[in-house]
């Protein structure tokens, strides 16, 4: 459950009296839970409508308590969920209108089964084309360029892994700073390799007859994976000189 700084010493100290907080604190108490968000994704969503803080006579934004909450519900749904961000805004209305919601899951239903009936089971959280083009807010000719530069690759069926919806939003927002999908091509050759390189590891535990030892491979899978994209954000920030928040 997200945790809001009110009544806390260690963000209190960083809001204003009034209790609102700066966009930089309100990114420390999301990160808690959600370690990958930035705030460019906190303005994003802001100019797609799901928050509204205030803004100082210069311009600073300013979030409630209740902006940070928001927050952590709209990142929670995209990521538990994978819902585009139309839906999400509806369920946000909703919830605020003391209406009852039940969040569908996507992707994780059996042949017969109704997508809002989620179960146990490996098959992966997959999702559609018009939803990746709701949730990355672009529309067929982009994403058709995106696929052409390899960024985004349907799968046999015409769904996306639901990591595509992660993949979407960061090409938008590096397009914000002019960096076109085509300058990507090296990022996207650059994790095919590190992902061959996981691979070579784990490929003799996938194939082994034993069920543990196959769920040991996904595991080992997931723990070389994130070593890897530390590795990668650590040599590019080495590369750049610079130090991240």
Do not use: C
């Amino acid at each position: 459950m997200l945790q809001t700084p009110s009544g806390g010493a260690g963000h209190g100290a960083a809001a204003t009296d009034s209790g609102l907080m700066s966009i930089g604190t309100v990114l420390n108490v999301l990160r808690d839970e959600f370690p990958e968000v930035t705030i460019s994704k906190i303005r994003f969503l802001e100019s797609e409508g799901l928050i509204e803080p205030q803004r100082t006579p210069s311009g600073y934004r300013k979030f409630s308590a209740h902006d940070v909450e928001r927050l952590g519900h709209v990142l929670r749904m995209q990521r538990d969920h994978y819902l585009p961000l139309k839906v999400i805004r509806e369920h946000l209305e909703a919830m605020e209108r003391g209406e009852a919601v039940q969040l569908p899951v996507v992707g994780r239903q059996r042949d017969g089964e109704s997508a809002s009936e989620p179960f146990e089971g490996p098959t992966a959280a997959r999702i559609g084309r018009e939803e990746l083009l709701a949730a990355a807010g672009v529309d067929e000719q982009e994403l058709k360029e995106w696929e052409s530069y390899g960024l985004l690759t349907p799968l046999e069926d015409g769904a996306y892994d639901a990591e595509a919806v992660t993949v979407a939003l960061l090409v938008v927002e590096l397009g914000r700073f002019g960096i076109e999908p085509r300058h990507l091509r090296a990022m996207k050759a650059a994790a095919d390799r590190e992902a061959g390189l996981v691979d070579q590891v784990v490929a003799p535990l996938r194939r082994h007859r034993n069920p543990q030892t196959r769920v040991h491979a996904e595991a080992r899978t997931k723990e070389l994976a994130g070593l890897t994209v530390k590795l990668h954000a650590a040599l590019v920030r080495t590369a750049l000189g610079v130090r991240l928040p």
